[in-house]
């Protein structure tokens, strides 16, 4: 069985610092790796998924992460961060080959962005 | 249409009552996702529909809850008898069915029971 760990449950900063929050995950078989965003009383957004190639993968409103296979990571970061930043974000893993593309998920950060 | 339709976005229900949630998925994409998000459990996975077909039920907690997808395309997750502990926020996905495609979540419906 797989399983995903985001070591923060909450991470205060401050606007315009930069921001990392760290995921790791544990399976015996290959996975693909998600960031998913949740902004107040809305769904699930995808911010970048990792599949294969480039370890560093760039996604949507600035935001990057690095797949370490070695140490088994997928920390996600922000340069410089903006009020509407504030969110919970979820990192999530699906299995290669297997049927279907279900999600397992870590506990989420809250990040609150501070002026 | 252009998302991930769920209905009702709120409902508050009396214990023991059965609730209906209802899901619409993107047109086109075939496979189907119900998860549930509470405060003490975070995202959990509930059921997987390819097509109408449910080859992953693992995650439904009770025989009390229950999921059906007709014409493959809307989803209907059953929770029978409800209880308190199964107040949560019931979130639908659709992605087409290729792995590792982007799943798309709708926003939820708000479950109270009281």
């Known amino acids: 069985a797989q399983s995903v760990t985001q070591l923060d449950s909450q991470v205060p900063v401050f606007e315009e610092a930069p921001v990392e929050l760290r995921c790791n995950y544990s399976s015996s078989v290959s996975v693909y790796l998600f960031w998913y965003v949740q902004y107040p009383n809305q769904g699930l957004q995808l911010l970048l998924k990792?599949?294969?190639?480039?370890?560093l993968v760039k996604g949507i409103n600035g935001f990057e992460a690095e797949f370490n296979k070695s140490q088994t990571s997928f920390h996600l970061r922000k340069p410089s961060v903006h009020i509407s930043d504030t969110a919970e974000y979820f990192c999530a893993v699906s299995l290669i080959k297997a049927a279907g593309n279900k999600l397992t998920f870590g506990g989420g950060t809250r990040v609150l962005v501070k002026p | 249409g252009a998302g991930v339709s769920q209905s009702p976005s709120n409902k508050v229900t009396e214990k023991g009552k059965d609730v209906e949630l209802r899901c619409d998925p993107i047109s086109g994409h075939t496979a189907l996702y119900w998860y549930r998000q509470s405060l003490g459990q975070g995202l959990e996975f509930l059921i997987y529909f390819q097509g109408n077909s449910a080859p992953d039920k693992s995650g439904l907690p009770s025989d009390r809850f229950s999921a059906e997808r007709t014409g493959g395309s809307v989803s209907t997750l059953t929770i029978q008898r409800t209880q308190q502990e199964d107040s949560a926020v019931y979130l639908c996905?659709?992605?087409?069915?290729?792995?590792?495609?982007?799943?798309?979540f709708g926003e939820g419906s708000w479950l109270t029971v009281v």
């Open positions: 990792y599949l294969s190639g480039s370890t």
């Open positions: 996905a659709s992605s087409l069915k290729l792995e590792g495609n982007t799943i798309y």
